[in-house]
């Protein structure tokens, strides 16, 4: 049994290893829009912001498997994984902050989809990525909860990507 899945797992990094990435990161994007829905949960600008990394992520995977070159694929995939870290990692800081530090920030204090229209979309990431009382919210838990987990995600891509494509096609 060990062997057989150890078989397949090696046989997906080899040789569908795009799609295996693409498909991961859409179903993730897809299961926090649901646990949204369902559970009635309010994702803060940060959450949103992940979802477009992981989107890139997506989108990264895919321009892998249409290029001939999988080594582009590969650094784009390697770049939207270090820019997912960053993000994670921003609002694990926010959560993780005291009450006192965390009524000082200001950054998100509106939708981001609404930052984009009124600032512009870098102004939305800069105002975004300065947090906000929303963002320090611990919000759903399993174990991790989703910037905790987001974090552990993109981890797995970029170390996967570099082990991947450590050779340089």
Known sequence: ???????????????????????????????????????????????????????????????????????????????????????TSRQIYIQNMSIDEIAQLSGCSMPFNTQVEYFGLIEAINRTLAGGPSCAEDGWRFVFNFAEWGFLFFAIYLISSIYKYRKWD
């Open 1 to 87: 049994m060990y062997k057989t899945i150890s078989g397949l797992i090696k046989k997906i990094f080899q040789d569908y290893f795009e799609w295996a990435i693409a498909i991961s990161a859409i179903l993730i994007i897809l299961i926090a829009v649901v646990m949204d829905k369902f559970l009635y949960l309010q994702a803060c600008p940060l959450c949103i912001l992940t979802r477009y990394v992981f989107g890139l992520i997506g989108i990264s995977a895919i321009i892998g498997i249409l290029v001939k070159k999988k080594l582009v694929g590969g650094i784009f995939i390697i770049l939207s994984s270090v820019i997912g870290l960053f993000v």
